[in-house]
């Protein structure tokens, strides 16, 4: 085991805490069919984005906040899919919960819905891609996390899974430990080059434990 210490730990949710594949391709195969837009063009940056970001890159001809709505209306009822991913409920539970909080590009009513399905309590912190001017690759909540943990970003430590929240860590200027959910090791280096580079890649939540101000990695 090698040590990460940090004042406070900063989850991503879809693909980090939860995994919500099987929900999410649901969702986007039926927008994708009915825009007659490619799904391997959305599966290869959907991941970690705000629905209007995402729709933005894959179809700029439309209205992304509108069509993000009908995404976010689908997904805020969608129960099936949703499982939690290995390890997810002791690590987050070890964290104290002025220690912790959770940024995601999902809203609310589908954070409190995910977090209920696979257990786990919203922490009082919660940045949701509702509240923002600006999603994952941009540091924006990231930031306002760490303003509102009163912590310095440099004293975060992010988990994600997705380049674009990688990426949206190192901009804020906060460590990294990548889970490979959605992709490979390689795949992620590729995607963020040589100047963003996570502290550690792990398959999994399992084994990782925070403790006086520390989290502990499986070598």
Known sequence: ???LRGSAILFDMDGTLVDSNEASEVTWQSWASAHRVAIDRIRAVHHGRRPEETIALVAPHLNAQEEARAIYRAQEHMFAGIHPIAGAKQFFESVPRGRAAIVTAATRAILCLRLRIVGLRPPPVCVTGDMLKAGKPDPEGYLEAAQRLGVAPS??????DAPAGLLAAHRAGMQ???????????????ELGAEVAP???????????YRDGSVSLPT
């Not at 990294?176 to 590729?190: F, G, K």
């Not at 502290?199 to 434990?209: G, H, I, T, Y």
């Open 199 to 209: 502290m550690a890649f792990l398959p999994n939540l399992v084994q990782l434990e």
């Open 155 to 160: 004293e975060c430590i992010v988990f994600e």
């Open 1 to 3: 085991m090698r040590a």
């Open 176 to 190: 990294s430990v990548a889970i490979l959910t959605n992709y490979t090791e390689r795949q992620l280096r590729q």
